[in-house]
């Protein structure tokens, strides 16, 4: 199995931060769609090839991971001597080399594994960030039989819910951030699916609400009350629905802050025409098995929308998803990127190919301020925690390397990286002006429309198609081509965009440019009173408004 160039560059990048210090426990800040698990197969089959014998536990955070991992590893190393440790699916396989298990199966069998000389930890976010709790209690146990066993990180979010670092506090595990995966370089390079804005009027508010001093995220309780109105939740249902079956949006996603809260999306978006599901982790309420069937029927599309409250985050892979709303407000750093990544996953091995499957991007839709307050998702960095009184000096943390530093230092005294000057706080932005993503800037223009004309288009050598002018009193404020005489995706895009503007569904499609243009001048579609399109020289339709 052939590794891609930026995994191979962040396994190169550990082995020369493992050169560098004999002992510490590294992290690899790798990006949802970075392909985690067949880098740690590779880094297994590596460490096996540096220093023959060595062995390594990894642990995974969820039993449905498992398995899958566990396939990569035996394709990245076919022959590998492999156990699997997992309750749920009956298998205690121990004393081989490579050892795949979650935490819940081991934590009380280290005398078990014997001698381990790696862990690797996925999701390593989630381990108990003080000297207790089941993994540090394990961790303590394996270096009875090993006191040079090293804990390797891996996690798209080296931070914890408050944003403090996972190598900052009183009691870290990890010493520094070795290398990784940057989420922009995946979307840079064509891996990851990028986010898309549109503009919505409905402000879920968080005034009053409280912040949980041990989370570091709203108090659920009261973001609840602040959250579940119910014309807050129709007006955000009517948007999504109205901004999303524009776009042509096939699999939508929401996040919401309780049970009753979800309930009452999916109840609204059911009593607007949109089939919808909720999923929680409440197994008294869900059983698992039921949870685990609305999933599959998810993924299947047999419906549209799944409201869910804190499952579908870590692990969650369905990438048809591309639509996501956000009902809930969040200060949480890790939950912020685990929630946009559900939309970022690629319908296949590269943009170009999740495009031709109909995906070329994830539309977010922020009902509430969290884009604005959080920034550009690819973006996100941790912090260092707030000294107490009589504490430590206050340092700021390297992002290159995660070595400590004062918070004066103009560049890192480790590795020399140049810490950019404190950024400037815009009081008077506003949602409108919260790009998801960095590179992007408020790009979207809206305008009455007074007149849509349709017009054959034709170009030598190119199959006619139907050119749709947009006007705003005698300006053309924007021009789209729409392709009927091609085949493919672009033939399919055509019937598409037909079938969300003509007035009778149970029409016919028309056979070719020729018929459209005819049809669409006798009127067989919607007026359009107002468009949403980028902003440029040449402006992209977003969003269409038409008369009821």
């Keep these: 199995m052939q590794l891609r160039d930026y995994q191979v560059d962040a396994i190169e990048g550990l082995w020369a931060w ?3 210090h004999e002992d510490g426990n590294p992290i690899m800040d790798c990006s949802v769609g970075s392909g985690k698990s067949v880098m740690i197969a590779a880094v297994c089959q590596r460490a096996d090839y540096e220093y023959p014998g060595t062995r390594v536990l990894v642990i995974v955070p969820q039993k449905e991971l498992l398995q899958q991992n566990a396939e990569k590893l035996m394709k990245v190393w076919p022959g590998v001597d492999l156990g699997i440790v997992s309750a749920s699916f009956g298998r205690k396989v121990v004393g081989r080399q490579i050892t795949y298990a979650t935490i819940g199966s081991v934590y009380k069998i280290a005398h078990l594994l014997g ?7 996925d999701e390593c976010h989630q381990i108990q960030t003080k000297e207790q709790g089941m993994w540090r209690n394990f961790l303590k146990d394996l270096h009875r039989y090993n006191p040079h066993c090293r804990v390797f990180g891996w996690t798209g979010t080296p931070f914890r819910g408050n944003g403090v670092w996972l190598t900052a506090g009183a009691e870290p595990l990890f010493n520094a951030i070795a290398a990784g995966v940057p989420m922009k370089r995946l979307v840079d ?9 549109a503009d919505v009027a409905t402000r879920i508010g968080t005034e009053g609400v409280a912040v949980d001093t041990t ?3 709203f108090k659920v309780n009261e973001l609840a009350e602040a959250s579940d109105k119910p014309e807050l939740i129709e007006a955000a249902c009517r948007e999504l629905i109205a901004r999303a079956t524009a776009q042509g949006r096939k699999r939508w996603i929401v996040f919401g802050v309780t049970i009753e809260h979800a309930t009452h999306i999916r109840d609204c978006l059911r009593w607007l025409g949109i089939s919808a599901e909720v999923i929680h982790g409440d197994t008294k309420k869900l059983p698992s098995k039921e949870r685990d069937q609305i999933v599959q029927r998810y993924r299947a599309g047999q419906f549209t929308c799944l409201v869910n409250v804190a499952v579908a985050t870590t692990g969650f892979d369905v990438p048809e998803i591309d639509c996501i709303a956000l009902m809930r407000a969040t200060k949480s750093p890790v939950l912020y990127v685990q929630i946009a990544g559900r939309g970022m996953r690629l319908i296949g091995q590269h943009i170009s190919e999740s495009t031709r499957n109909g995906k070329p991007d994830c539309l ?9 307050a959080m920034g550009p998702v690819d973006e996100i960095k941790g912090r260092v925690p707030m000294p107490g009184r009589g504490g430590p000096p206050p340092f700021k943390l390297c992002p290159n390397c995660g070595s400590q530093n004062a918070t004066a230092r103009l560049k890192c005294t480790s590795c020399g990286h140049d810490f950019p000057p404190p950024e400037r706080i815009n009081h008077d932005a506003t949602v409108k002006d919260a790009p998801v993503m960095s590179g992007q800037k408020p790009k979207y223009a809206r305008h009455d429309l007074t007149a849509c004309e349709y017009y054959r288009h ?3 050598g190119s199959p006619d198609c139907m050119r749709v002018l947009y006007k705003s009193g005698l300006q053309v404020v924007a021009t789209e081509y729409v392709h009927f ?3 493919g995706p672009m033939r399919l895009q055509a019937e598409g965009w037909w079938e969300r503007r003509v007035k009778d569904p149970n029409g016919w499609l028309p056979s070719s440019t020729a018929d459209a243009v005819v049809l669409a001048q006798q009127g067989a579609l919607r007026t359009p009173i107002a468009a949403t399109m980028t902003k440029g020289k040449y402006p992209e339709i977003i969003d269409v408004e038409f008369k009821e």
């Design 485 to 487: 005489d091609r085949r």
């Design 458 to 460: 034709s170009k030598e």
């Design 189 to 197: 390079e064509g891996f990851l699916c990028p986010l898309v804005t």
């Design 215 to 217: 989370t570091g995220d």
């Design 115 to 121: 001698r381990i000389d790696i862990v690797m930890a």
């Design 364 to 372: 977010w839709l922020d009902f509430t301020e969290t884009t604005l």
């Design 18 to 20: 493992l050169e560098q």
